[in-house]
């Protein structure tokens, strides 16, 4: 029986069910020591000194410093710009000074307590729009990370054709990742000098890297291992390379074990977020709603250092046109450094900022022109043989039109949409009621040349005992990536799923497949595992004959082809598609080797009490390729679009300068399962044939189509239209009470 496109059991799933699985914080380490971090309390200047109470017992303690990196003072992002520790300059709030270990957690705590820092402080920046004012304060020349500017056609032309022009802006806030495991590193040096990391990650080889020059040591001396990991959405991407020099410096000094756990207030307070945005509209259309030219302005808070966001931008500016074709289009998108946490990676990557712009502009374009916002997106979408904004022409795997109409019926949208409106006439009604749609395309893989340039690699073992082991450093974080690995491999390979599994990613046991983020692993790694397991496939059948499907017959041909070998690893590089073709100076070509589509109907109503939202039912529709394993298909779904959800409606990040003052899940108010609503998912399948199976990454794509839906709903429901998230209770009553709207 096939194990693609079944729901077979999850790999890990007996293992976290039954609460035998071991997560970083659950894993003791003879003689260890537990690490803490002392931080700034100030956004912006220069530390004069630091003192330490004498009173206190510091021999006691191991106490590391930026004088102790034995390589070079800097963390190995996309660039080198963020120190492990200050070394004098204070960038932002919350930034790493120095480290304290001890053999007690709450006496490691209570060292901090002791220790004073003398600053001499400067006047911060704490606006992307200020940053871009002051031309170069923090970062020279210009205090930008990144500027990305995509031109298609003649946007004056496109312009002076239109019948119509619709300008807008929009806001988006920080996100917080909420992960249920905080972020935690172990780290440790074997007696042949080798450095060993283990923790909660997202991509094993970016703290490879980052030890690497932290420690000045050839990559056969640093080790990392990925435990057991309690979720990420993109948070554990950056930021184990951090916390990881960390715990290795205080290891490397010690030269005793350290582990170092944060709590839920120094997570969410010290970790990057979802970059804040400022996104502006300018667009021309013809009376009967065709797109003509499309004038768009993105600007991205990317915090004290530049982390992820120059890939952030990128993504968010590509998808800032949203998934229509127009004839002609600018768009100039920024990221600025303010003195505030560094922004990074969250779930959407980008995306979910841009495409809350584009898509509520949908909606006030449809408004404009008196057209129903269904029929707009009709007329304008991508289709085969469509363009995007960088030019690059959709020729398979198009599957806008079908997730918009099978999400269209699916809901009733226009049946609703009649009867909110009669619902909002009765004036003794306790409710105001609204339905909105939302649509997106969310680009697989990495942007443009990026897959070339990391090259990944994945494979499979063949062991003596018959086992087939899947060789990857694509991270199980939850969205049950060793169990669709393991999918893929045993119909490849044309065993048993039972018979396949999957590697714990280990640097030294694991070949480098990339880091485990872009909606790129079971499309562009799943890939690579198939090609590899159909050669190895190949290799069988030639030493030993049809494979067997009985576990004797299975072991005898294993031993056949083995021949005395303990095992036989087949493992293949990514190779781009014949035909794909990208320009990163000018952003021209094929952004993505594919794209998956989504459609989404939020119905909610609003209490005209309290004016509190209570989202009633969310529809959607998702042409993803093909679905390996489907239920988990449907989780991804479920969980993306209840995390969109509260970017839209409750997720309030409160910012002073600089950094958050409310990181608590008490004030900072993620939805639960009680909040959910139902949520009616439909699968649509229209293969890639590059990817695993047909299969194309679906992982971020939910996130972009909640908030603009919900937005647009209760501009129905309350005759407002609300163009920064979170939209607050308080929000609404101020809007339908102020007499200038």
Request: aromatic share 8%; net charge neutral.
């Amino acid at each position: 029986m096939p194990a693609v496109g079944t729901n077979v059991i999850r790999k890990e799933g007996a293992e976290k069910l039954c609460g035998r699985a071991k997560f970083i914080d659950d894993l003791s380490f003879p003689d260890c020591l537990h690490g803490v971090t002392l931080r700034s309390t100030i956004p912006f200047g220069r530390i004069k000194k630091v003192s330490f109470d004498p009173s206190f017992p510091w021999d006691e303690c191991t106490v590391a410093t930026a004088r102790d990196i034995p390589g070079k003072n800097a963390v190995q992002h996309i660039e080198t710009d963020q120190p492990l520790l200050v070394g004098e300059r204070v960038m932002h709030p919350m930034e790493p000074i120095l480290l304290v270990a001890h053999p007690s957690r709450q006496k490691a705590y209570e060292a901090l307590r002791h220790i004073t820092v003398d600053y001499e402080e400067y006047d911060p920046v704490l606006t992307p729009e200020d940053s871009v004012a002051l031309k170069a304060v923090l970062r020279a020349p210009d205090n930008l990370f990144k500027d990305v500017r995509i031109d298609k056609g003649d946007i004056a032309a496109g312009f002076a054709a239109a019948d119509i022009v619709v300008e807008g802006e929009y806001r988006v806030p920080h996100q917080e990742q909420a992960y249920i495991e905080p972020n935690g590193m172990a780290a440790w040096l074997e007696p042949d000098g080798t450095l060993v990391a283990k923790g909660s990650m997202q991509c094993p080889y970016y703290v490879h890297k980052a030890l690497m020059l932290l420690f000045n040591l050839p990559a056969e001396k640093v080790r990392v291992i990925q435990a057991v990991t309690g979720g990420a959405f993109g948070g554990k991407e950056d930021y184990p390379s951090v916390i990881g020099g960390h715990a290795a410096l205080l290891a490397w000094k010690s030269r005793r074990p350290v582990k170092i756990i944060y709590d839920r207030p120094e997570d969410m307070a010290s970790t990057s977020k979802r970059h804040p945005a400022v996104v502006r509209h300018r667009t021309g259309l013809t009376r009967d709603g065709r797109l003509l030219a499309q004038d768009i302005d993105v600007l991205f808070d990317g915090g004290a250092y530049s982390t992820m966001s120059p890939v952030v931008l990128s993504r968010g500016a590509i998808h800032a046109s949203g998934a229509y074709a127009c004839p002609n289009v600018r768009i100039r998108a920024r990221a600025a450094a303010t003195n505030s946490v560094p922004n990074g990676a969250y779930r959407g990557f980008g995306v979910p900022q841009t495409l809350f712009a584009a898509e509520l502009h949908m909606d006030r374009i449809a408004e404009a022109l008196r057209m129903d916002p269904a029929e707009l997106r009709r007329r304008n979408l991508l289709r085969e043989g469509s363009s995007t904004a960088t030019g690059q022409v959709l020729r398979h795997s198009v599957g806008a039109a079908d997730a918009l109409d099978a999400c269209l019926r699916r809901s009733r949208y226009a049946q609703k949409r009649k009867a909110c409106a009669a619902w909002n006439k009765r004036s003794r009604n306790p409710t105001w009621r609204g339905t909105g749609l939302s649509f997106a395309y969310h680009g697989a893989g990495f942007t443009g040349g990026g897959e070339v340039f990391y090259a990944s690699k994945a494979g499979l073992a063949l062991d003596a005992d018959g086992g087939v082991r899947v060789l990857a450093a694509s991270t199980e974080m939850g969205q049950g990536e060793a169990t669709v690995f393991a999918q893929i491999a045993a119909d490849a390979l044309g065993v048993p799923y039972g018979w396949v599994e999957t590697e714990t990613p280990d640097t030294s046991k694991v070949p480098n497949s990339g880091p485990t983020v872009a909606s790129r692993t079971t499309m562009i790694v799943g890939r690579l595992v198939e090609r590899a397991a159909r050669q190895l496939k190949a290799e069988l059948e030639e030493a030993a004959g049809k494979v067997p499907k009985s576990r004797p017959a299975w072991l005898k041909a294993v031993r056949r082809f083995l021949d005395g070998r303990p095992s036989r690893e087949v493992i293949c590089q990514y190779e781009r598609p014949p035909g794909q073709q990208w320009d990163e100076k000018t952003y021209r070509g094929d952004a993505y080797g594919s794209f998956a589509y989504a459609a989404v109907v939020v119905d909610l109503e609003v209490d005209k009490l309290t004016y509190e939202v209570k989202v009633t039912r969310v529809t959607t529709a998702f042409e993803l390729g093909r679905a390996i394993h489907p239920l988990f298909a449907e989780g991804q779904i479920i969980g993306g679009l209840t995390q969109g959800l509260g970017y839209a409606l409750t997720e309030n990040p409160v910012y002073k300068r600089g950094v958050m003052v409310n990181p608590h899940f008490t004030d900072y108010v993620i939805p639960t399962s009680m909040d959910a609503p139902p949520m009616d998912v439909v699968l649509l399948e229209k293969p890639y044939e590059h990817g695993a199976f047909g299969a194309k990454g679906i992982g971020e794509l939910p996130n972009d189509t909640p908030a603009p839906a919900v937005a647009a709903a209760l501009r129905q429901a309350t005759g407002r239209w609300f163009t920064e998230l979170p939209i607050l209770p308080e929000k609404i009553c101020k809007a339908l009470h102020d007499d200038k709207l």
